[in-house]
Nanobody
Framework: QVQVVESGGGLVQAGGSLRLSCVAS????????MAWYRQAPGKQRELVAG???????NYATSLKDRFTISRDNARSTVYLQMNSLKPEDTAVYYC?????????WGQGTQVTVSS
């Protein structure tokens, strides 16, 4: 059973930075595309950024200037560096990992940006 575990969330002041980490373990298959999503209260879950195993990235257009996704294939880990955080970035951030065995989600990590 694949486990996806996020870490690194917390409370930060506007203008600050946070780095989220996500580890996918227990997969019988190679982990392919990994992504970060977020869901704010009362809103739908939205894609923040994704990255292929080869390092190709995609971003939500409004976030690409402040957020950077990266990964360490050897550790099946994906990171999200978030800079210049704004109160509207407050959300639960979820990690998504994909393999031939299916699509897997973490339980999320809360990011709260105070004004």
């Amino acid at each position: 059973q694949v486990q996806v575990v996020e870490s690194g969330g917390g409370l930060v002041q506007a203008g600050g930075s946070l780095r989220l980490s996500c580890v996918a373990s227990g997969s019988s298959y190679e982990i392919g595309y990994m992504a970060w999503y977020r869901q704010a209260p009362g809103k739908q879950r939205e894609l923040v950024a994704g990255i292929t195993r080869s390092g190709r990235t995609n971003y939500a257009t409004s976030l690409k200037d402040r957020f950077t996704i990266s990964r360490d294939n050897a550790r099946s880990t994906v990171y999200l560096q978030m800079n210049s955080l704004k109160p509207e970035d407050t959300a639960v951030y979820y990690c998504n990992a994909n393999s031939l065995g299916g699509q897997f989600w973490g339980q999320g990590t809360q990011v709260t940006v105070s004004s």
